[in-house]
């Protein structure tokens, strides 16, 4: 048969199977299946039939659309229908512009019983804590370059409130613009938790135990940060709750353990804080001065610093001991200042001691009148014969290599103890043992 004689179904010719299949696979059987039989006169009937029927079929699907369209409201119009179906009246036919199914089936919330008893305790903690929680931030004034004087933020964290007298706690990097040098910010701010903000004094600072202590003047009632006992012991592997304000996002809650007890870590007053509280619970920037609580929502550090290569949560977290900020805290709400102990002497920096090829404190001055120099400790002195020096390499049994080995050994004593120093004395190798009495500085 040549190719022009055979028919080939359309779309339309589809519709007609399906419409009237008998009239279909008559039609197309002679052509499709019986290639050696058929004439033209045979095809032709067929082929009007299905004009016949595609004709009637295109007509009657174009008056039920126009009718639908006439006899809908206007809002009907341009609301699709979900699902239609195909000429065949069971194949669906899918509106993309339909609505969106229903969603999924509402799950009704546990009651309070449901929780875990971690869950419940979690949140126990933090509506007894958070009140005590406060924002810090220090602003500072600046120029705009048409010579505008304007007021920045200059930096921000987290501290609590140390009683109702209005005495807040946080770090020393926290409230002081330069806290090595005592610096304090131009201006300071406290926003507590029901979102008052306080312009805040500087009472005082500790750089070596990253301990600042403001004061917010308020008629309103303050909620204090529950401490914890006298003598009240940590253990590794309880849980630790943060609360702070990591990147501004205030009375954020994170949760933890202890990791570790007993850190030494240095401190931003170049000296190093001993007995550091390492947790995992999650500290970012911002979560500086904020409490570090235990399971009864009691303070048992202050978080401080963490450990990262890139400046966010690591999982190492340190944080200022609870029996540290207990001893600070008062002494700088008294006078202003922590009190610190020493020997009444003044020290060369620490590379004059590898230049002399010794380890330990070189003393540099010694007033004459005071304990140690009636103890017979000399400060540097020149001879003809070359330069005299007092190395202190020892206290108490303790060597001392750096000023942190003997600021840690004399930093929990008190004014008027004595201690014995192993002192180096060069030129020679001459070691002696020199007691002397310890004064407030």
Known sequence: MPRSSVVRPSLASLALIAIAPMLAIASLAPSGCDRGSGSESEAKPAAEAKGEAKTEATTETKTETKAEAKGAPEDAKVQ?????????????????????????????EPPPSARTQD??????????????????????????????????????????IWNADGYIVTNCHVALADCPSLRPAPRLSVTLYDQKVYDAKL?????????AVLKIETSDKLVPIRRVPEGHALVVGQKTIAIGNPFGLDHTLTTGVISAMGREVKGIGGVTISEMVQTDAAINPGNSGGPLLDSRGQLIGMNTMIFSASGSSAGIGFAVPHTVIERVVPQIITNGRPTRVGLGISILDEAIARRLGVQGVVVDRVAATSPAGKAGLRAITQTPTGW??????????????????????????????????????????????????????
Request: net charge negative; proline share 9%; charged share 25%.
């Open 80 to 108: 699709p229908v979900a699902v239609k179906t195909g000429p065949d009246g069971a194949t669906p036919m899918v509106d993309p512009q339909a609505a969106t199914p229903p969603a999924t089936p509402l799950v009704p």
């Open 119 to 160: 869950e419940t305790n979690t949140i126990s903690v933090f509506e007894a804590a958070a009140p005590a929680t406060v924002f810090v931030k220090q602003t500072a004034i600046v120029q705009d370059r048409a010579m505008r004087a304007q007021e920045v933020e200059a930096g921000a964290g987290t501290g609590f």
């Open 203 to 211: 009472v005082g600072a500790d750089p070596f135990k990253d301990i």
């Open 388 to 441: 005299q020096v007092d190395v202190i390499v020892g206290v108490d049994g303790e060597r001392v290599k750096i000023y942190d080995d003997l600021y840690k050994v004399v930093e929990s004593k008190a004014p008027g103890e004595r201690v014995k120093l192993s002192v180096l004395r060069l030129p020679g190798e001459e070691l002696l043992t020199i007691e002397t009495e310890l004064v407030e500085l």
